[in-house]
């Protein structure tokens, strides 16, 4: 399973961006998804999560009502759209797929990570 995340960029805040993460393999709709990010200097936390059908999602409660997960399946693609973006949403965004079709918070239930996007919010 291989995971490519694309999307990020500069914006200021206040601004939106919309990441996309590709899934190769036929097994992607299986599986809940997450994204994570890491800011420098900080640990990797968790950001929002989809379950196998997309039918629940959760969020951080930093994010929560800015930020967006979906899933189509049958373009083996998850997205994260975020508005209102925050000079503290600036971090590397990394997307994952979890051992479980449920939601999952924790990193370690997550088993294959992509490469990350750099997202960078001007004040």
């Known amino acids: 399973v291989q995971l490519q995340a694309s999307g990020g960029g500069l914006v200021q805040a206040g601004g939106s961006l919309r990441l996309s993460c590709a899934a190769s393999?036929?097994?992607?709709?299986?599986?809940?998804m997450g994204w994570f990010r890491q800011a420098p200097g900080k640990e990797r936390e968790f950001v929002a999560t989809?379950?196998?059908?997309?039918?629940?999602?959760y969020y951080a409660d930093s994010v929560k009502g800015r930020f967006t997960i979906s899933r189509d399946n049958a373009k083996n693609t998850v997205y994260l759209q975020m508005n209102s973006l925050k000079p503290e949403d600036t971090a590397v965004y990394y997307c994952a797929r979890a051992r479980v079709r449920v939601v999952a918070t924790l990193g370690s239930l997550y088993d294959y990570w992509g490469q990350g996007t750099q997202v960078t919010v001007s004040s």
């Open positions: 989809i379950t196998w059908n997309g039918g629940s999602t």
């Open positions: 393999g036929r097994t992607f709709s299986n599986y809940g």
